[in-house]
């Protein structure tokens, strides 16, 4: 079975402050995806990032970077300088080595204020 | 925007009816998963077509039932509807199963019942 927890329900931070999203995840597939979705108040799912088991490279893309690291099984998302606009719900999921359904965490509400 | 577009964007439907919900996929993909968000919950998986054949399915009972057609679009139908039912369903498009990409959602399709 695969599990994907993000223990944060809600975060709130003022603007310029630097957030880190938690996500914790359980598989017992050897190759596996991870992806972080955002989703603001319209409903639609904003993909953001994929990363495959096989590569813990970190990554970074403008304001937003990813801590990914398999001995804790975590995939950490961290927003630096944050902004009004980042305000939305930010869903942690994974992906099995076979078929294409993803388990998505319970996702974490970021509120940011001006 | 995706090119994933889901209709129709609301719906109240009452206890004991039925429903259809739609989704066109994005260019290429003929892959669709449906899922379903409660209120404040992350999103669970429906079941998945590939190829006008459900490929794969979450715990959801038999009144769940989809469609697939020859241009890759799908429908969701649930029969028997229950208080219960009202959430989001999300549909999302993909490459082939096993295919290492990114699935992407549309607005989705906010269901009452009542």
């Known amino acids: 079975a695969q599990k994907v927890t993000q223990a944060q329900t809600e975060i709130s931070v003022v603007e310029k402050e630097d957030v880190t999203l938690d996500c914790v995840y359980e598989?017992?597939?050897?190759?596996?995806?991870l992806f972080w979705y955002k989703q603001p108040p319209s409903g639609e799912l904003v993909f953001l990032i994929r990363?495959?088991?096989?590569?813990?490279q970190n990554e970074i893309s403008g304001r937003y970077s990813w801590n990914f690291q398999k001995s804790t099984s975590s995939f950490n998302f961290t927003i630096t300088a944050s902004q009004v606009v980042d305000s939305a719900v930010y869903f942690c999921?994974?992906?099995?080595?076979?078929?294409?359904?993803?388990?998505f965490g319970g996702g974490t509400r970021l509120m940011v204020k001006p | 925007e995706t090119g994933v577009t889901q209709s129709p964007t609301h719906l109240i439907k009452t206890r004991g009816q039925q429903v259809t919900l739609r989704c066109s996929s994005q260019s290429g993909h003929n892959t669709v998963s449906w899922y379903q968000q409660a209120l404040g919950q992350g999103p669970q998986f429906i079941f998945q077509?590939?190829?006008?054949?459900?490929?794969g399915r979450g715990n959801f009972p038999p009144r769940f039932s989809g469609l697939q057609f020859p241009n890759y679009s799908s429908e969701l139908n649930v029969n028997a509807l229950e208080l219960d039912d009202s959430a989001l369903y999300l549909c999302a498009s993909s490459s082939p199963p096993g295919v290492n990409t990114e699935a992407f959602f549309g607005q989705g399709t906010r269901l009452t019942v009542v």
């Open positions: 990363r495959n088991s096989f590569d813990e």
């Open positions: 598989t017992r597939d050897t190759t596996y995806y």
């Open positions: 999921a994974l992906r099995g080595n076979a078929g294409n359904m993803l388990t």
């Open positions: 077509y590939y190829r006008e054949e459900e490929n």
